[in-house]
């Protein structure tokens, strides 16, 4: 399995993004399953919305809703409660929330690669990271 951020699902559906080729190219030729979380499905949309992309939200959305490329993971009360503790004694670190429910909703599930392009999760540390 692979954990999909954020930053990966943007540069999918965004031509105007740096990466979109890349996280495209690399998406079409992928046979694993593909997991993301609630939160990652609510930052998503609504950075895409805040961007001016609506259309594409709403697209990305339905694809998500309907489980056709993802499976989503709801961050349970447990790992909330794990995240709060990763994101309360990681000060060192700029770790959003939604970073730190990504980082123990992997850890619940035994997923060790990340589909991401921001730096935070490999700072976690033994997550392979890709494209």
């Not at 495209?24 to 979380?37: A, H, I």
């Not at 670190?93 to 990340?114: H, N, P, Y």
């Amino acid at each position: 399995m692979i954990f999909v951020d954020t930053s990966a699902w943007y540069a999918s559906v965004s031509v105007n993004d740096a990466d979109y080729k890349r996280v495209k190219g690399w998406l079409s030729t992928n046979s694993l399953p593909l997991v993301t979380t609630d939160y990652i499905v609510d930052e998503t949309l609504t950075l895409l919305r805040a961007r001016g992309e609506f259309w594409h939200a709403i697209e990305l959305g339905k694809k998500f809703f309907s489980g056709a490329i993802v499976t989503v993971q709801k961050v349970n009360d447990q790992d909330y409660e794990r995240a709060w503790v990763l994101f309360r004694d990681f000060s060192d670190k700029e770790w959003s929330f939604t970073d730190c429910t990504s980082k123990v909703v992997m850890d619940r599930l035994g997923i060790k690669t990340a589909l991401a392009l921001d730096h935070h999760f490999k700072q976690f540390g033994a997550i392979a990271i890709v494209p």
